[in-house]
């Protein structure tokens, strides 16, 4: 089985040195053994558990959370359940952000039909509304 330097799982894993090191301190990469000469080499499989990484993190999975997710890969008493308890509870999470962030476009929507675009910044409706003492 072919062993990895550092740099070549950073390199095949697309990520950077520092962010293989911050892997491994945080447990979502195993520790690799050392060469005698102190380098550490990385197994392929660690190419493949980066990319899983990445991809939970652009599901919105947090390192937490994905270092939970792997925990269960391993773990023989884990169901396809417990996996789906977590997509679950993420998808709420997006569900709640996107409520918020539908408010916040709204709230600034109508904020903008109040300003006209003219006169000065200091008299401009939107920055009115974002004083503290307009708010009270």
């Known amino acids: 089985m072919e062993q990895l330097t550092i740099g070549a799982l950073a390199r095949q894993g697309g990520v950077n040195l520092e962010t293989v090191r911050y892997y491994e301190r945080q447990g979502l990469l195993p520790r690799p053994p050392r060469t005698p000469s102190g380098y550490r080499v990385f197994p392929q499989e660690a190419v493949r558990r980066i990319h899983f990484i990445k991809r939970a993190q652009q599901l919105g999975f947090s390192l937490k959370e ?71």
Request: net charge positive.
């Open 66 to 136: 994905i270092k939970e997710l792997l925990g269960l890969r391993v773990n023989p008493r884990s169901t396809c359940a417990d996996v789906r308890k977590r997509a679950e509870g993420k998808i709420a999470g997006i569900d709640e952000k996107l409520r918020s962030l539908t408010a916040m476009k709204k709230a600034l929507e109508k904020l903008v039909v109040a300003c006209f675009g003219r006169g000065p910044a200091g008299e401009c409706p939107i920055l009115e509304a974002l004083d503290p003492k307009e708010l009270q």
